[in-house]
């Protein structure tokens, strides 16, 4: 088993590099969204689009949408954390994977919109999330329930984003040191990790 | 007697914080058996993650789920008034949530709005009446994961067993590794479409050594037990031996023309834990 500590952000370089069935642990500033964020992300997108068509029509220059993260060549968390509040600072209590495949028709957009190196998560993605993935980046499953070992891998609560969403939807910028063991089951290449072989 | 909010808290805290013995020790099982290198990478972090568990006092699992209170009691002896017991064990989830914490998981189904773990019918109260001398609350914090997988068939009674054994497979190939395996299996047989639903799920209170005391539906649970681990999903769906810790089917007799078949899934963080009545206001968790 090949093992790769990595540092965000990735180059695509170290993308290529990694195979299904690649064990990785990864280092650097992580954003959880699930459900309701990666609607809102796609709701923003569409105002976008809508807006800079209003714009070439009235021959005016479109700004965007202000996006208060950045999630360009990043990674996405599938996660909804247990996440406490303390004086100044949040302290991550519990933060496991959540299962990916609600996000299978919600995040093919997303991974081509911002050029997503990885998507932590677990149970793997669909058709869809593999083909956007391809000469872009990975999918990165954890093990689902093990959220005190997650935890114990996130170092700092670095921002929270739409907090209006709820605890478990809002989005979590966090950073991380060596989150794994992490196992690649899509990797750039197209290829899905099958059981067993 | 009622107990105390204090008693409900405990309650849900060790169930939170723990997976029951028996579910342990299938898991440690399970990672000696297996030879599958990232299998046995998914069964030491969840081995390591029971550990952290019991050693921080923090809920294993981020998903601390829905709420659920089984209760038994003996309504001719007992002097419990139920709505107050349900009044003591909402005020007992508000707290909790707070002061373990809880992620507040309860939302409106139509607005998506969240409501901390009390809302509208949550927390969910299953009673059961018996003639035992016994007052007891379980609580079952349900897990968006495994709950996402149930299944219902209502299948052509000639179908039979052959139709139960292949919708259960086909429901548990289907789930890959959503359910967070190796799961535990509840599947409820016979009864109306909601009532085989409520014994898939009541099927999975029971503890992994118990096996169902009809001869013929105990030789079914270890035949599917023996077929689901054979399918190689393995434990995160990442391919190994384990699958399922347990395959748990509660019956019930059914209309002539019906053959319900639920599927129930248990993450392998399988928590519950029981507070019982010890003498009058005494209780202990069990």
Known sequence: MRKFYLKTPMSMDEIRELEVGDVVYLSGTVHTARDEAHRKILDMLKEDDRKSKICELENRRFSNEKFPFDLNEGVIYHCGPIVLREEKRWRIISAGPTTSSRMNDLAPEIIEKYEIRAIIGKGGMGEKVREKLFQRGVYLAYTGGAALLAASKIKEVLNVYWEDLGMAEAVWELEVRDFGPLIVTMDSHKKVFCRGG | ?286
């Open chain 2, 1 to 286: 007697m009622i107990p105390k909010k204090e008693a409900i808290v405990k309650l849900i805290k060790k169930a939170v914080t723990s997976v029951p013995k028996d579910v342990e020790e299938a898991i440690k099982t399970a990672f000696k058996e297996e030879d599958n290198d990232i299998a046995k990478i998914q069964l030491k972090n969840i081995i390591d993650n029971i550990e952290l568990a019991e050693k921080s006092g923090l809920p294993l699992c981020q998903d601390t789920g829905i709420p659920l209170f089984y209760i038994k009691i003996n309504p001719s002896s007992s002097k419990v008034e139920i709505k107050k017991l349900e009044a003591v064990i909402e005020e007992g989830v508000r707290e909790a949530t707070e002061e373990i914490p809880l992620r507040p998981n309860v939302v409106d189904p139509i607005t998506r709005e969240n409501r901390g773990n009390v809302g509208e019918k949550i927390p969910i109260f299953h009673y059961d009446f018996t003639e035992e001398d016994l007052f007891e609350v379980t609580f079952v914090p349900k897990g968006a994961g495994s709950e996402n997988m149930s299944r219902l068939a209502i299948l052509n009674p000639s179908d039979g067993l052959e139709g139960v054994k292949k919708f259960v497979l086909n429901t548990v190939e289907e789930a890959g590794g959503r359910p967070c395996p190796p799961t535990i299996i509840g599947v409820g047989i016979g009864g109306t479409s909601d009532f085989s639903c409520f014994l898939a799920k009541k099927a999975l209170l029971r503890s992994l050594d118990k096996r169902n005391e009809r001869e013929d539906i105990k030789r079914l649970e270890e035949e599917l037990f023996e077929i689901l681990n054979d399918t190689g999903i393995g434990p995160m769906g990442l391919g190994g031996r384990t699958t399922v810790l347990g395959v748990h089917i509660e019956c019930a007799d059914t209309h002539t023309a019906s053959l319900p078949v639920a599927v129930n899934f248990q993450c392998w963080a399988a928590r519950r834990a029981v507070l019982r009545e010890k003498e009058d206001g005494v209780f202990e968790i069990v």
